[in-house]
Nanobody, 112 residues
Framework: EVQLQASGGGLVQPGGSLRLSCAAS????????ISWFRQAPGKEREGVSCITSKGDRTYYADSAKDRFTVSRDGAKNTVYLQMNNLKPEDTAVYYCNIRQFWGRGTLVTVSS
């Protein structure tokens, strides 16, 4: 059974930082892409960033470029999303995804 568990969300002031984690288990394929999505209240889910299982390629949405960094720890089967200089518009539930599998989201709230 594939399980994805996102964690690390919370309340942070504008300009602050958070690091999200996505622990994956039960996935047997050697090559895949792990993606971070987010969904703000009243908005559609949107892609934020992704990384290959080998860690050799990454992608960032324009909203995440220069502020967010995606990385992976293969030994721990965990993907991280380091988010710096957070803005109120980054407030959303963040989800990790591998193919058709979705983890339970973690809420990020950016507010003073």
């Amino acid at each position: 059974e594939v399980q994805l568990q996102a964690s690390g969300g919370g309340l942070v002031q504008p300009g602050g930082s958070l690091r999200l984690s996505c622990a994956a288990s039960g996935f047997t394929s050697d090559e895949y892409v792990i993606s971070w999505f987010r969904q703000a209240p009243g908005k559609e889910r949107e892609g934020v960033s992704c990384i290959t299982s080998k860690g050799d390629r990454t992608y960032y949405a324009d909203s995440a470029k220069d502020r967010f960094t995606v990385s992976r720890d293969g030994a721990k089967n965990t993907v991280y999303l380091q988010m710096n200089n957070l803005k109120p518009e980054d407030t959303a539930v963040y989800y990790c995804n591998i193919r058709q599998f979705w983890g339970r989201g973690t809420l990020v709230t950016v507010s003073s």
